[in-house]
Nanobody, 129 residues
């Protein structure tokens, strides 16, 4: 069975940094694209970042571009999200996701949904002074 376990969330001051990790098991990690999705309080789900199976292609939402970096270690079945220069509006539950059908060019046109793919339990990130 597919398992995705996020960690690394917590409380951080504006301008600070956090590194999220997602440990994956139950599928062939190295041939699957991985996604980070977030949900701010009272808001809908938002694509944050995407990385291709080999790590050669990445995508970032405009709201995080230049501040966040996605990476993966296929030998360790782990995907990371390095978050720098954090802002209060980054406060959200961050989810690790995989298993979306179709190309990213198709997937990106619709808001993420927990009815699609496989989702971790999420990790809370709170940016507050």
């Amino acid at each position: 069975d597919v398992q995705l376990v996020e960690s690394g969330g917590g409380l951080v001051q504006p301008g600070g940094s956090l590194r999220l990790s997602c440990a994956a098991s139950g599928f062939t990690f190295s041939i699957n694209w991985m996604y980070w999705v977030r949900q701010a309080p009272g808001k809908g789900l938002e694509w944050v970042s995407v990385i291709s199976s080999g790590g050669g292609s990445t995508y970032y939402a405009d709201s995080v571009k230049g501040r966040f970096t996605i990476s993966r270690d296929n030998a360790e079945n782990t995907v990371y999200l390095q978050m720098n220069s954090l802002k209060p509006e980054d406060t959200a539950v961050y989810y690790c996701v995989t298993g979306y059908a179709g190309s990213w060019n198709t997937v990106r046109l619709k808001a993420p949904s927990k009815r699609s793919g496989y989702w971790g339990q999420g990790t809370q990130v709170t940016v507050s002074s």
